[in-house]
């Protein structure tokens, strides 16, 4: 069966997108290698090109899936491969070209729903978060534009995964860049002491969810957030091999904890 096939080059690619080990020697991966190069540069090319432009920042993240995909930018003996790589990258800025379906011939050489599928979701992901147009502290639609959105919803079905999934996995790459960097980074969150609250259910919920006083300051609703995160990921279940229906609930909550810790980063920005 054609998932079962190069495995030497899947594992090595995992091993590459993940950051386990980055300069992984990569073997011949020949059709599985293809479908790609074809799907992730595709995809990031209609990603870049959602909101009618391509930025600096798209074209420097495509330059690095390249270099994940073993075409070293400065290799003169792989040019010409790199120049494919671009062209599939061109492609997959016209509308005309179905990147869905490139998509679904990578899940089926791979494994729907597989690790290295969530990588390649992973990596899409990235990219929304990195488009330049609006900033990680951008709380709209979680920091995501309505049309990215719904992109990575696509793509995160055509690889195998539900919605439930593709959110907390877009919560678990934005937490990764701002979290942490951005809460710490933040003057206006950080210098002042918090102030008495009174809080709309929607945010006394969220004060409930992530098992806090009202009158948290900042530096404690950033731990509670990481405390209820790693209590609750769902990578916690997978050695007690638990049913579909557990799984969506972690899902569920992981997305419910970081909807949460939004809104209460949010209040305490307002009233800074």
Not at 108 to 137: D, H, M, N, P
Not at 186 to 212: E, H, I, M, Q
Request: hydrophobic content about 40%; some cysteine.
């Amino acid at each position: 069966m054609t998932r079962f096939r190069h495995r030497a080059y899947r594992r090595a690619l995992l091993a590459r997108l993940s950051g386990e080990v980055q300069q992984a020697p990569l073997p011949a991966g020949g059709s599985t290698e293809a479908a790609f190069v074809a799907a992730l540069l595709q995809g990031l090319g209609r990603l870049a090109r959602l909101d009618g432009r391509v930025n600096e920042s798209e074209i420097a993240f495509a330059e690095r899936v390249i270099a994940q995909l073993g075409l070293p930018l400065m290799d003169t003996n792989r040019q010409q491969a790199r120049a494919a790589a671009i062209a599939q990258f061109e492609l997959g800025k016209s509308p005309q070209t179905d990147v869905l379906a490139t998509v679904r011939d990578l899940s089926r050489a791979i494994g729907s729903a597989s690790a290295l599928a969530k990588q390649v979701l992973r990596t899409f992901c990235e990219a929304a978060y990195l488009k330049s147009s609006y900033s990680w502290r951008d709380e709209q639609l979680g920091g995501l534009r309505l049309k990215d959105r719904q992109f990575l919803r696509e793509i995160a079905e055509a690889l195998g995964f539900d919605k439930a999934q593709m959110l907390m996995l877009c919560s678990e790459v934005r937490g990764t860049h701002c979290a942490s960097a951005d809460l710490r980074g933040s003057a206006a969150f950080t210098s002042k002491p918090s102030l008495p609250l009174r809080p709309s259910p929607k945010l006394a919920s969220a004060y409930n969810v992530l098992g806090v006083a009202m009158d948290a300051p900042p530096e404690e609703l950033r731990r509670a957030y990481h405390r209820q995160m790693a209590l609750h990921h769902p990578d916690k279940l997978l050695s007690q091999q638990p049913s579909p229906e557990a799984l969506r609930r972690a899902h569920l909550k992981v997305h419910e904890i970081r909807e949460a810790f939004e809104s209460l980063r949010a209040q305490h920005r307002a009233r800074a």
